[in-house]
């Protein structure tokens, strides 16, 4: 890549911190434990040879989990940490807003609190004047501005610091979980300023849990998961790898349930539900899923099984039917395909159960399953747009039985 088109540039940046063991205030003791080999300390690596550049103009994506090192990456960008190996290069002036309250003085009025932010972001006092008409403008706190930080509202002050961040004009922008600031009016501001900010092509790095942000502001992300590059690139991708790992983290925390019996007596066992298809798939691609179970009691069984909308916690379709009852002993094998191409960007979840005839549940699979429906380079007339959770599927179900 030309380096005159980079504006950071992380190469093989690996960061730990040595955790304390055992409290000495003994110098003596200190000395015999290290002769015998003990350190009294621990080492947390956080960060495992990371690697990756922003392009001048990007508005990049760094997602992942609580401790997988993403902050302490920007806080190594930001050049508040020093790694213990590797570099980072960045081109041209850097502003980052990384934790609420650095650089603020709460018995400093508003107006000084910007001169001194300012100066701690690197900014002479003649550049803070041509930008502190702006800041006031966007934090909306014109009549505060003399007031001392410390009679503020934890909103005001908030709006304040990110006015101060945003408007600093620097080349490069960093931001830390702050698409939550303020009030709905000022959230509004910060998504058109975001908008502008893309259109622009201003370098912007932005570390957030809200997969939507990603989608909407990014062009490129990388996702960290335990200190490693798990997937770095399209945006898409790295979205969709994010809220799968998070539902696969759920479902795990949900293995140990155990499966529902009726009065007491088991009809069905060695129940399992196998994910034919990708767990990743586009609204054009069918989903397609395995059952499988063994009738111990000479009963009429069918299957029910739903597909729910995750975040919102509503059935995008339930299958209740009576129409495939199977009769006797012995293992049961059932093969279901379906296909939503008209629902998009959303996080399903399957759940299965076997029913009698009297649509009693008799046996429940706790390992539910899930999958990520996103348009992946599918072109907008191939993804119909509805408001509606009931009628979304086109069924196209193909049930085969082998009793």
Known sequence: MNNNNTAVKINHVSKYFRLPTEATNSLRTLLVNRLRGIKGYKEQHVLKDISFEVEKGDFFGIVGRNGSGKSTLLKIISQIYTPEKGTVTVNGKLVSFIELGVGFNPELTGHENVYLNGAMLGFS???????????????ELHEFMNQKLKNYSSGMQVRLAFSVAIKARGDVLVLDEVLAVGDEAFQRKCNDYFLERKASGKTTILVTHDMNAVKKYCNKAVLIDKGLVKIAGDVDKVANQYSLDNLQRLEEANSDNEPIE??????????????????????????????????????????????????????????????????????????????????????????????????????????????????????????????????????????NFEN
């Open 262 to 399: 009726k009065e007491d007596t088991v009809y069905i066992d060695q129940l399992e539900v196998k994910l034919l298809s990708d767990s990743q798939i586009t609204p054009k691609e069918k989903i397609k899923f395995e059952i499988t179970y063994n009738v111990l009691k000479d009963i009429k069984t069918y299957i029910a099984f739903s597909l729910t909308d995750v975040d919102h916690n509503i059935w995008i379709y339930n299958d209740n039917s009576l129409d495939y009852l199977t009769e006797g002993l012995g293992q049961k094998k059932v093969i279901y395909e379906c296909k939503l191409d008209s629902i998009n960007n959303l996080k399903l979840k399957l759940q299965v159960s076997i029913r009698n005839d009297k649509n009693e549940m008799i046996a429940y699979d706790s390992d539910e399953k899930y999958l990520i429906i996103s348009r992946n380079d599918i072109s907008e007339e191939d993804v119909s747009a509805t408001d509606s959770a009931s009628g979304l599927i086109q069924r196209n179900g193909v049930w």
């Open 125 to 139: 006092r003649e550049e803070i004047d041509e930008m502190y008409d702006e800041i006031v403008d966007f934090a």
